[in-house]
């Protein structure tokens, strides 16, 4: 079963341009983490957001997380061609070591 | 460091036929988790190696099975298969335990097509 859901599923956007996604999950967590997939490939970590934490940076990424909400948002600023991938937001389930991933944003960044 | 290596990358079966894939972590990593990526699916849990034992199992009939080494290399295997089978298989490495235990190191993914 998903435990997060990302919102909108595709976004088309010019290069330069900020990019925004959001994800929803259901359970408590103690963390969520934002993954991003190049066509095809393997899935590369990002970023992690503590549940004691309301907001991340890691360069041209800035991470909030509202856990009363239960929902996340990743910005990529000055969003590059480079950046045209799909994004996961991903979060631990029932406890566990066990890490749940939603749909998937769909970005593509325009040159 | 080698980052998480998977194997074969693209490989074809038959209805029927079983298959086996194999995952080897990243040097220090002691847990392995496998992934079922379709487009209709998504990403779908299949299950979580620690110390050569499963610590978590998806939602997947019994036809799908793994297993740990003690060098913690990881194999999964498919018997019977489905054309709905056909899928990218992917594995993740990670701690398993302390600072960054579910921080997974994905490998490329081995895709499977089933006729």
């Known amino acids: 079963s998903q435990q997060g859901e990302e919102d909108p599923q595709a976004l088309s956007i010019q290069e330069g341009e900020n990019a925004t996604m959001n994800c929803s999950y259901k359970?408590?967590?103690?963390?969520l983490q934002w993954y991003r997939q190049n066509s095809g490939r393997g899935l590369v970590h990002l970023i992690l957001i503590r549940s004691n934490e309301r907001e991340k940076h890691s360069g041209r990424l800035r991470v909030t997380l509202d856990t009363s909400k239960k929902s996340s948002s990743l910005l990529i600023t000055a969003s590059r061609a480079a950046d045209t991938a799909s994004y996961f937001c991903a979060s631990p389930q029932g406890g566990s070591e066990k890490l749940v991933f939603g749909k998937g944003t769909k970005l593509t960044v325009n040159p | 460091k080698a980052g998480v290596t998977q194997t074969p990358r693209y490989l074809i079966k038959t209805r029927g036929q079983q298959v086996t894939l194999s995952c080897s972590p990243i040097?220090?990593?002691?847990?392995v988790s496998w992934y079922q990526q379709t487009p209709g699916q998504g990403l779908q849990f299949l299950f979580e190696?620690?110390?050569?034992?499963?610590?978590n199992k998806g939602n997947f009939p019994g036809r799908f099975s793994g297993r740990q080494f003690s060098n913690s290399r990881s194999e999964m295997n498919v018997s019977t298969l489905e054309l709905g089978d056909s899928a990218l298989y992917l594995c993740?490495?990670?701690?398993?335990?302390?600072?960054?235990?579910?921080?997974?190191?994905f490998g490329a993914g081995s895709r499977l097509t089933v006729l």
């Open positions: 993740a490495s990670s701690p398993g335990r302390g600072a960054g235990a579910n921080v997974l190191t």
């Open positions: 190696y620690f110390s050569e034992t499963q610590r």
């Open positions: 359970t408590s967590i103690n963390n």
């Open positions: 040097s220090g990593h002691r847990s």
